[in-house]
Nanobody
């Protein structure tokens, strides 16, 4: 079983930055995909960015150029550096781990004020 612990959410003004962290523990397979999704009130959960253990990344067009995903395989960790935040980035951000099936973190709130 895999557990995910997220940290780094909070309240920030538009134009500001936040960095999210997620550490996985438990039965971790070396080949996996970790990343971030978000869900705003009244909307479906959507992809923000994911990165495979080999380094290939998938980033949503809405955050390209502003958000950067990275990971430390030795620590089973994935990070999301969020710059130039916009009010529309306000959401609960969920860490994900995928190896055949997806495991979700508990979510961390990101609120961007205008």
């Amino acid at each position: 079983q895999v557990q995910l612990v997220e940290s780094g959410g909070g309240l920030v003004q538009a134009g500001g930055s936040l960095r999210l962290s997620c550490v996985a523990s438990g039965s971790i397979f070396s080949i996996n995909v970790m990343g971030w999704y978000r869900q705003a009130p009244g909307k479906q959960r959507e992809l923000v960015a994911t990165m495979a253990s080999g380094g290939s990344a998938n980033i949503a067009d809405s955050v390209k150029g502003r958000f950067t995903i990275s990971r430390d395989n030795a620590k089973n960790a994935v990070y999301l550096q969020m710059n130039s935040l916009l009010p529309e980035d306000t959401a609960v951000y969920y860490c994900s781990y995928r190896h055949y099936r997806v495991v979700w973190g508990q979510g961390t709130q990101v609120t961007v004020s205008s």
